[in-house]
């Protein structure tokens, strides 16, 4: 661990929103859900979450940029446990949704907690999941196609949750409460050990303010 390595985790953890997430129902195309997560990352969300009955949900190193790393991932296996896990966080549920109800993404406040839900490339949100969203929201679409990709859906609305946290002073200060900060911390900045901890139901160790663990 280097002073600088351990200066840029913190400075990234000082962003993180764990107000803002995505939830990802049925995604099953590991590039996708991978590009997603690298989206994720960048706008600065701490936590991802999937829902895939299957349990599994593959990723793809090469299009992640590794970004699972950094973003931890929680996959539920039916939308309804999904909503009730983000429901009671008091996240509202905006479902990215080609429906006749939805409003322009760039009319929703996502400086209030709020969730993405994004659909199945084939199949779009479902019927269940679109009945627990709260709202739906559309990328206006001009051409000749009805839709974008997954993950560009998922990039252009974050990047406006960003744009307006930005503004909005979110990534200024840290957000995450110091108990959530100091486990991540440890868990980025070492991996093996926390796993090692973990396996043993033992607590982590403190690191010293240059990031050193404390013996
Ligand atoms: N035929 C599907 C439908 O009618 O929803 C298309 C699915 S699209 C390829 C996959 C997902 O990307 C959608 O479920 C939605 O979450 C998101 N998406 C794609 N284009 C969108 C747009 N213009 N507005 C909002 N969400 C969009």
Redesign the pocket.
Known sequence: MTPERYRRLKSVLDRRQPDLTVLMENVHKPHNLSAILRTADAVGIYEAHAVNPTGGVPTYQDTSGGSEKWVYLRVHPEIEEAAAHLKERGFTIY????SER?VD?RRVDYTRPAVV?????????SERAAALADAD?????MGMV?????S???AV?LFEAQRQRLEAGLYDHPRLDRETYRRTLFEWAYPREAAYYRARGLPYPQLDERGFIQR
């Open positions: 479902a990215a949704n080609l939805a993404y839900l994004l659909g199945a490339e084939k199949w779009g949100v929201v559309i990328i206006p679409m009805q839709s974008l990709n997954v560009v859906a998922a609305i």
